[in-house]
């Protein structure tokens, strides 16, 4: 078993910053594809992005391409979300989430992700 604690969110205003952070329990999490979701009031949990276990390769949703970044650190196991330029429409709570993936960088579903975080609230005003 392996968890995730997420922090870093907050309340900033539009065209600000800020930077998740996302730890996970176990010594290593190599060989897992990691993932943020988000999922705003009244609203599914939508994918927002994803890193290979080597973070060698990374994928965006459209709406967050050019503003996000995400990145790991697996000698601590930690993966990041770095958010700029940020926007009213991107308030939401933020989880991560891992998948199982030594090759290739996994897919966009949700519910092929086994692992999750608490989530962390990220918040942007106008």
């Known amino acids: 078993q392996v968890h995730f604690v997420e922090s870093g969110g907050g309340l900033v205003q539009a065209g600000g910053s800020l930077r998740l952070s996302c730890a996970a329990s176990?010594?290593?999490?190599?060989?897992?594809?990691m993932a943020w979701f988000r999922q705003a009031p009244g609203k599914e949990r939508e994918f927002v992005g994803k890193?290979?276990?080597?973070?060698?390769?990374?994928y965006y949703t459209d709406s967050v391409k050019g503003r996000f970044t995400i990145s790991r650190d697996n000698a601590k196991t930690t993966v990041y979300l770095q958010m700029n330029s940020l926007q009213p429409e991107d308030t939401a709570v933020y989880y991560c989430?891992?998948?199982?993936?030594?090759?290739?960088?996994?897919?966009?579903?949700?519910?092929?992700?086994?692992?999750w975080g608490q989530g962390t609230q990220v918040t942007v005003s106008s």
């Open positions: 176990r010594r290593t999490f190599n060989g897992y594809t």
């Open positions: 989430a891992a998948q199982s993936m030594p090759y290739g960088l996994g897919t966009d579903n949700r519910r092929d992700y086994g692992y």
């Open positions: 890193i290979n276990w080597s973070g060698s390769s990374t």
